[in-house]
């Protein structure tokens, strides 16, 4: 079977995956949507844990997560069937990470208007992760603002211009193409690449 990476950039609530093939051709593009809840704190838990207390809060954000988590697995699952039966296995994912700092206790992440914005965007990323690891897929990490510098030395490595043929392809595919599949579509090759693994983040726990 031919192998293909998987790119997945989250927001809240939802994420682009992209999957390509080693020459960077698009063999997939979908939105995975990872909750149930509607309104503008739904797609917010620590909006809503801020003014649950502590005790509740955690109890609130590992349900939350579990539901999400679920959600996840599910529909990557789903990708990695519909890539089988075309005759692809599912070599790696490429999460894209905002950041990549870490974060501190919830105590300390409930009292920052700022952290909890963090906080949400990492929850949901890892659901993504774990959701693919369960999966026994993988993952493969890398931090936004690397993606360019990456890309420029797999050029001088390969000759390719990953950056330009990425940027492209949504001639040739049609809508969408929008920044977020570029940028899972180019983590996802990247991950391919035995250079830019020895760069990427570590997973964390």
Same mark, same amino acid.
């Given at each position: 079977?031919? +192998?293909?990476? !998987?790119?997945? %950039?989250m927001? *809240?609530?939802w994420?682009?995956?992209?999957?390509?093939?080693?020459?960077?051709?698009?063999?997939?593009?979908?939105?995975?949507?990872?909750?149930? #809840?509607? $309104? @503008?704190?739904? &797609?917010?838990? @620590?909006?809503?844990?801020?003014?649950?207390?502590?005790?509740?809060?955690?109890? @609130?954000?590992?349900?939350?997560?579990?539901?999400?988590?679920?959600?996840? +697995?599910?529909?990557? *699952?789903?990708?990695? #069937?519909?890539?089988?039966? +075309? $005759?692809?296995?599912?070599?790696?994912?490429?999460?894209?990470?905002?950041?990549?700092?870490?974060?501190?206790?919830? %105590?300390?992440?409930?009292a920052?208007? /700022?952290?909890?914005? /963090?906080?949400?965007?990492?929850?949901?990323?890892?659901?993504?992760?774990?959701?693919?690891?369960s !999966? $026994?897929?993988?993952?493969?990490?890398?931090?936004?603002?690397?993606?360019?510098?990456? /890309?420029?030395?797999?050029r001088?490595?390969?000759?390719?211009n990953?950056?330009? &043929?990425?940027?492209?392809?949504? &001639? *040739? !595919?049609g809508?969408?193409?929008? /920044?977020?599949h570029?940028?899972?579509?180019?983590? $996802?090759?990247? #991950?391919?690449?035995?250079?830019?693994?020895? &760069?990427?983040?570590?997973?964390?726990?």
């Amino acid at each position: 079977m031919k +192998r293909v990476p !998987l790119g997945i %950039r989250m927001h *809240s609530g939802w994420g682009i995956l992209v999957a390509v093939n080693d020459e960077a051709d698009v063999i997939d593009r979908r939105r995975i949507v990872v909750t149930h #809840a509607e $309104g @503008f704190r739904g &797609k917010q838990p @620590f909006h809503q844990a801020e003014a649950l207390g502590l005790e509740r809060a955690e109890s @609130f954000l590992e349900h939350y997560s579990a539901d999400c988590h679920a959600l996840a +697995r599910a529909q990557i *699952s789903d990708a990695v #069937a519909n890539y089988g039966a +075309r $005759g692809y296995s599912v070599a790696t994912a490429a999460i894209l990470l905002a950041s990549g700092r870490t974060l501190p206790a919830l %105590r300390q992440i409930l009292a920052s208007h /700022a952290l909890i914005h /963090a906080a949400e965007g990492e929850l949901f990323r890892r659901v993504a992760r774990r959701a693919c690891e369960s !999966l $026994g897929i993988p993952v493969m990490e890398y931090r936004e603002r690397d993606l360019q510098q990456l /890309a420029h030395a797999l050029r001088g490595a390969q000759g390719i211009n990953m950056t330009e &043929k990425v940027a492209t392809l949504g &001639k *040739s !595919l049609g809508p969408p193409w929008t /920044a977020d599949h570029k940028s899972a579509a180019l983590a $996802g090759y990247l #991950a391919l690449s035995s250079n830019a693994q020895a &760069k990427a983040v570590s997973p964390r726990c």
